[in-house]
């Protein structure tokens, strides 16, 4: 497995370009003679628009928005640009940026190493800080851009991370335990000479997990974060989803980045939530966080609903900072921010965050006190999927709210005998679907909310014509349907065996007859009551289970059809479930389980699915 699979979250940050390359420098001085139509050795306001026109369409709307700020910066009063003002301009956005390492002592005399980027300039200076686990000396979160745009960056290996002493275990000391390295980096930023005295953070994934973590031991003087594809639970957002282990995700990331192999035991050894994943669960710290944050996701991230459930944590629990000053963006990404395609579907307009959300917006409002108007966007701002093969379909774009979830009504999609989806109940009478599950020959993984095997949208005709998976669809829809918020699956259902997986999978089916992945949800039918306390099934016993099919927004077009699948595994994005009521092991016993799902008006097995009122596309 490549490591830089692993890092596309860190990859797609949308934080300032770095010019520093003597290619790019050469193009940025070549701009301006291009630009300068009448060859009067002035930029004129239209001039300098049809430049940044032209560099959003070679380069991209991040490089447009650089040109346009450079050339502000170097205007004079009449706004017109001159030669001379935009060299100056190029030199200083090319010019080297100083970088020193220290090794910075933790309150347990274990030492990080840490590089400090430094604005020109005698300072002091506002700080932005990075942690990460995947080196510092390669993965830096355009320090350099951020230095020439006057910030001290400082960029830091995790403990037992690369050149960074202590052990070498995953987020060991970023929350506020035992040791609180993010806490105590702080601290030592703030004595620095260079330092102004406020600090902000940054970072994608496991960047992202160390901010929240952060976030959640209070340090004195954190301003503001900026989060990109993090989630809020190390358990149910992360190593088990409906207490099911992630085995593929888990396995892979500990493994591929060299981890102490005790790592992965770990994870194994607490299937259950308990003390262990309550020490690092910021859900137990909202009401004491304090500071303002973006939290950036894609609806087929590997964290997208631990994204939401941490802004929404934050922004309705948390404490005087952070209560109502939070910002929540969700693309229709997966676990790289602003890339295309997500799995199979290319949507248009993805390629990046709505630019007022810009990380350079947020820090210069909260680390320099600009009135930009940041912290005034709406709360929310949140892409809305549709069918990518007609243009025009409804959807397809970026929608705002003040708050999530957005008003929606809760509606009952009903699964039934003849393996429909309707929203009339189901009439009266013993029905039910049956199929036997064998652990030697689980249901194939295809696509999904996943990081290291194939990922996002992708179509699942291959698995549902298995025999142990049921399939119910709708009639093609007359009109367009939206369906915006979290969704949940009810189903009534018995085993033969004590213990059994339900995995539940949304697809929209285009006329052409591809079942494309929406968002999918599992649940570990012994976690069924509790995720701390595991209760084997009774065989033969009817029970309704809750599976969390986590959010989306997406407009099923007309003419399309909804489906839903349901079998008992999703291998390897979670392990086996070996039906004893036990984790699995290799050598542990195994035995098939015959499973019922009843579809009757006394054991209504349905979709909760949550239906805002249709807006008019702004394509309409």
Known sequence: MKRSLLLTATLFMTSFPSLADEALAAKMKALFPKADVDHDGLLSSTEQAQAAEHVKKVYGEQWSQKILGMFSLAAAADKTVSTEAWLKQVAEN???????????????????????????????????????????????????????????????????????????????????????????????????????????????????????????????????QYILVAPSDMYSDVSYIGSAFRKADVENWTTGNKFDPRALEIHRSHPSYDDYWRANDTHTRFAMMNVPAVNVGGWFDMFAQGTIDQFMGRQHQGGEGSKGRQKLIMGPWQHAVGKMPAGELTFPDANRIPIQYDP?????????????????????????????????????????????????????????????????????????????????????????????????????????SRDDAVVFTSEPLDKPVEVTGRLWAKIFVSSSAL?????????????????????????????????????????????????????????????????????????????????????????????????????????????????PEMQKSSAE
């Open 94 to 224: 090319t010019r080297e940026v100083a970088m020193t390492t220290e090794r910075v002592a933790m309150r347990d005399g274990v030492k990080l190493a840490t590089d400090i980027y430094l604005p020109a300039g005698p300072g002091p200076f506002p700080v932005i800080l990075a942690r990460t686990p995947y080196n510092r000396v390669t993965h830096h979160e355009s320090a350099p851009g951020f230095a020439r745009d006057g910030y001290a960056f400082v960029n830091q290996d995790m403990r037992g991370r690369h050149a960074s002493e202590g052990e070498n275990l995953p987020f060991i000391g970023c929350g506020w335990g035992e040791h609180q390295d993010g806490v105590d980096t702080i601290e030592w930023i703030k004595k620095q000479p260079w330092c102004n005295g406020t600090v902000a953070t940054i970072g994608g994934s496991a960047g992202g997990i160390t901010q929240n973590l952060l976030a959640g031991a209070v340090p004195s003087g954190l301003k503001a």
């Open 360 to 464: 350079v917006r947020w820090f210069a409002h909260y680390l320099k006190g600009v009135d930009n108007g940041i912290d005034k966007e709406p709360a929310v701002a949140y892409y809305v999927m549709g069918d990518t093969s007609m243009p025009g379909a409804p959807g397809n774009e970026w929608r705002y709210a003040d708050d999530w979830p957005i008003p929606a009504k809760e509606k009952p999609v009903y699964l039934t005998a003849d393996k429909k989806l309707t929203l009339g109940a189901p009439a009266q009478g013993d029905a039910y679907h049956e199929y036997t599950f064998d652990p030697a020959n689980p249901c194939p993984t295809i696509g999904g909310q996943n990081l290291t095997i194939a990922r996002g949208s992708m179509d699942q005709r291959k698995v549902e």
């Open 499 to 611: 213990d059994t997986d339900l995995s539940v999978r949304i697809c929209d089916v285009y006329p052409d007859g591809r079942s494309m992945l929406i968002t999918e949800g599992i649940q570990r039918l012994r976690y069924r009551k509790s995720r701390e306390k595991p209760e084997p099934l009774t065989p033969g016993q009817v029970e309704e289970v809750t599976i969390d099919c986590w959010s989306t927004s997406i407009v099923f077009n007309a003419g399309h059809r909804v489906r839903v699948m349901v079998t008992s595994s999703n291998y390897p994005r979670f392990d086996v479930n070996p039906g004893t009521g036990q984790p699995w092991s290799e050598g542990g016993e195994k035995v098939k389980q015959t499973n019922r799902i009843y579809c009757d008006a006394e054991h209504p097995s349905r979709l909760i699915v949550p239906m």
